[in-house]
């Protein structure tokens, strides 16, 4: 009984999560949104990464500067245009040496 339970919650789940995402594209099919509105959209995800990142910089370590050191490097690296696993790899690099000096 209980796994029957389970798998019905995991189906109730999937529908849920799948009708959001799935309306917009019903509702907008064939029609074109206006330019401002795009290029807010486009922007969407960049927003939701900064505020979901951003608070954890300071909460990373007890040093808060192991943080804003890494996340420095990161946007540097990132600014710089670099691939993702560079900017990784590179602030990973940069906070390794930084733990190893201090």
Same mark, same amino acid.
């Given at each position: 009984m209980l796994s029957k339970e389970i798998v019905m919650m995991i189906i109730g789940m999937g529908i849920v999560t799948f009708i959001p995402r799935m309306l917009p594209f019903i509702m907008f099919r064939g029609k074109e949104l206006p330019a401002f509105l795009q290029?807010?959209?486009?922007?969407?995800?960049? /927003?939701? $990464?900064?505020?979901?990142?951003?608070?954890?910089?300071?909460y990373i370590q007890e040093d808060i500067w192991y943080g804003v050191i890494g996340a420095g490097a990161a946007f540097i690296a /990132?600014? $710089?245009g670099t691939n993702v696993i560079v900017v990784v790899m590179g602030s990973i690099a940069v906070l390794s040496a930084y733990s190893l000096f201090f």
């Open positions: 290029g807010v959209l486009k922007n969407v995800p960049y /927003a939701t $990464l900064g505020a979901l990142i951003f608070p954890a910089v300071f /990132a600014f $710089l």
